[in-house]
């Protein structure tokens, strides 16, 4: 698998991921039947902002490390 499909599949672990936390926080603020769930209610929306956690973050700094690798390679060419 080539870098720029690396790169690419991990952008959009990204935006899942932010999509999950924003999903969460909808959950959390404004859902009537997650609050009428209670203790479980609760439990789902943090479960996706947790997932949204896991894909967004450690995501963001392997592309970063991917992308300062590649820049440096370029720039010794």
Avoid: W
Avoid at 47 to 59: D, E, K, N, Y
């Amino acid at each position: 698998m080539g870098n720029s499909t690396v790169i690419k599949l991990l952008k959009l672990s990204i935006c899942c991921g932010i999509c999950l936390i924003l999903l969460g926080i909808y959950l959390h603020n404004f859902n009537d039947a997650i609050a009428q769930m209670g203790v479980k209610g609760i439990i789902i929306s943090a479960m996706c902002v947790a997932f949204g956690m896991v894909l967004s973050l450690p995501t963001k700094m392997y592309l970063t490390f991917l992308l300062v690798k590649r820049e440096s390679e370029s720039s010794s060419k």
